[in-house]
């Protein structure tokens, strides 16, 4: 069984660009989770999508955004990029939206703005 | 808003020897799930451990258990027969009512062989 899938592993943008980064599931699961890690700030959570809604939003501002589709992937954007938006970007997904479901992780977006 | 403190920013243990990494939370919630997450060079989290508020009893996976003391909001991580393999960086993370997951600053590990 495939894992989280993310693409592109590694990113370069410039500041002012926008960026999009996907995420695929495991198949079947159709919750998503999107979490920021940078050396700074550690690991934050961004969204959570669970049947193509956003279930939930970390305090991020408006310049990110995400969606999921109906096969369950999922996609964040970044508009205006800043140089602190330079993170590594972390999918997770999970079978149910539940507190007793495992979240898989998969290996994540290196973005780095220049 | 849940915070996870994670006071030991690296950990060095001897192959084979044991090794505990502290975690302590905050959180206003009753009902709630903890969780040790391993993050290799490769980057990929990985599930290491889970505990249920709710239950007393210490969860375990074969070398791995945990400390949960709910009282005192304290949830450690022992390691036990370190291997090589161990060596990665250790979070600790709180899923909130609203299926948040809130993570602490983890703590590097490192294994001596």
Redesign the interface.
């Known amino acids: 069984k495939a894992g989280v899938t993310q693409t592109p592993r590694y990113l370069i943008k410039t500041r002012g660009q926008q960026v999009t980064l996907s995420c695929s599931p495991i198949s079947g699961h159709r ?1 998503v ?1 999107w ?1 920021q890690q940078t050396p700074g700030q ?4 961004l969204f ?1 999508y669970f049947s193509e809604t956003q ?2 939003k ?1 305090n991020f501002p408006g310049r990110f955004s995400g969606r999921q589709f109906s096969n369950s992937r999922s996609e964040m954007n970044v508009s205006t990029l800043e140089l602190g938006d330079s993170a ?1 970007y ?1 999918c ?1 997904s999970s079978l149910v ?1 539940g ?2 479901t ?7 977006t290196r973005l780095t703005v220049v | 808003a849940q915070t996870v403190t994670q006071s030991q920013p690296e950990m060095s243990v001897q192959e084979a020897e044991t090794v505990t990494l502290s975690c302590t939370y905050d959180t206003s919630e009753s009902d ?2 903890l969780f040790w ?1 391993k993050q290799p060079p ?6 290491v451990i ?1 505990q ?1 508020a709710y239950k007393q009893q210490n969860a375990t996976e074969n070398r791995f258990s945990v400390n949960f003391q709910k009282a005192a909001k304290s949830f450690s991580l022992k390691i036990s027969d370190s291997q090589l393999g161990d060596a990665a960086m250790y ?1 600790c993370a709180h ?1 909130s ?10 703590t590097t590990v490192t294994v001596r062989a």
């Not at chain 1, 550690?42 to 959570?45: E, T």
């Not at chain 2, 997951?101 to 983890?106: E, H, Q, T």
Request: proline share 0%; charged share 20%.
């Open positions: 919750s989770s979490y550690g690991l934050q959570f959570e279930r939930n970390g590594l972390l997770a939206r507190r007793n495992e979240a898989f992780f998969g290996q994540g | 709630y799930y997450y490769s980057r990929q989290m990985i599930l889970r249920e979070f899923l009512n609203d299926y948040k997951l809130s993570f602490g600053a983890g």
